[in-house]
């Protein structure tokens, strides 16, 4: 197989997974308002990062979300912590993990970094919240 080949059917399976875990709508409005500058770091993220890691046997999806949350937190990066709660809740973590997972970064990683992911947190599931309501 041509290595074209080989990273065109890496990204494809890299979309199709960021699909399931966050929402085909997140990621067709945040593809759709890529630039041409930021074009191969998304490009880079969705072959590389949800198609080669995401997709590696050993650990399931739920088990990724769980660790992608204390890693975010522990990197203080606001902005994807909040993408990657929706992704956990689509995962099958429940709201208790993810305070637990926020519990135990406190004590490893930071009291102000936790106390930032714990608002984020928040919000996110307040707005998943208001969205399942009829």
């Known amino acids: 197989m041509h290595p074209n080949e080989t990273h065109a059917r890496t990204y494809e399976e890299g979309l199709a997974t960021r699909k399931e875990v966050l929402g085909a709508s997140h990621v067709e409005r945040s593809l759709g308002q890529v630039s041409e500058f930021s074009r191969p770091i998304q490009e880079l993220v969705t072959e590389y990062c949800w198609g080669a890691v995401w997709n590696r046997e050993g650990l399931d999806r739920r088990s990724r979300s769980m660790i992608n949350l204390a890693m975010l937190t522990a ?3 606001s902005h994807e912590l909040g993408v990657h709660v929706r992704g956990a809740i689509n995962n099958g973590v429940t709201e208790q993990e ?3 997972i926020l519990m135990q970064t406190a004590i490893y990683v930071g009291v102000p970094a936790a106390l930032e992911s714990f608002r984020v947190a928040e ?3 307040n707005e998943l919240r208001v969205s399942e309501t009829p």
């Open 123 to 125: 919000k996110v599931l």
């Open 98 to 100: 993810i305070q637990e």
């Open 75 to 77: 990197l203080n990066r």
